[in-house]
């Protein structure tokens, strides 16, 4: 399709370029306006399915949770504190379990 001229256009906020008036994603900048975030690094979230992943992870591997976890807690923003948060909780308990499981072996 070259048949595109005429359309309206108005300058990415982010980088400065002229681009398509109802374009969601910045072409140059990858800047995105479905999200209305202020923040001028804002990065978006992992998915909820990689959120998920992590938390089995933290769980079943506790020092890698706790890592991870300590990661995100010292970010600024409340959805990677609470996810590091989370990781964090899911350690302590699958250090926990796996202490229980130590202590179990060794008195059997
Ligand atoms: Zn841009």
Same mark, same amino acid.
């Given at each position: 399709m070259e048949a595109t001229g005429g359309q309206q256009q108005r300058n990415c906020v982010s980088c400065g370029r002229a681009i398509?008036? @109802?374009?969601?994603?910045?072409?140059?900048?990858?800047? @995105?306006?479905r999200l209305q975030m202020m923040a001028p690094q804002a990065q978006p979230m992992m998915s909820e399915g990689v959120k998920v992943v992590i938390y089995i992870i933290s769980l079943l591997v506790w020092f890698v949770g706790i890592v991870i976890g300590a990661i995100y807690y010292t970010k600024p923003d409340a959805e990677s504190k609470e996810f590091g948060k989370m990781c964090l909780i899911l350690a302590v308990l699958g250090m926990l379990l796996w202490a229980f499981c130590i202590i179990m072996g060794a008195i059997l």
């Amino acid at each position: 399709m070259e048949a595109t001229g005429g359309q309206q256009q108005r300058n990415c906020v982010s980088c400065g370029r002229a681009i398509a008036w @109802d374009a969601n994603v910045c072409p140059y900048c990858g800047r @995105d306006y479905r999200l209305q975030m202020m923040a001028p690094q804002a990065q978006p979230m992992m998915s909820e399915g990689v959120k998920v992943v992590i938390y089995i992870i933290s769980l079943l591997v506790w020092f890698v949770g706790i890592v991870i976890g300590a990661i995100y807690y010292t970010k600024p923003d409340a959805e990677s504190k609470e996810f590091g948060k989370m990781c964090l909780i899911l350690a302590v308990l699958g250090m926990l379990l796996w202490a229980f499981c130590i202590i179990m072996g060794a008195i059997l």
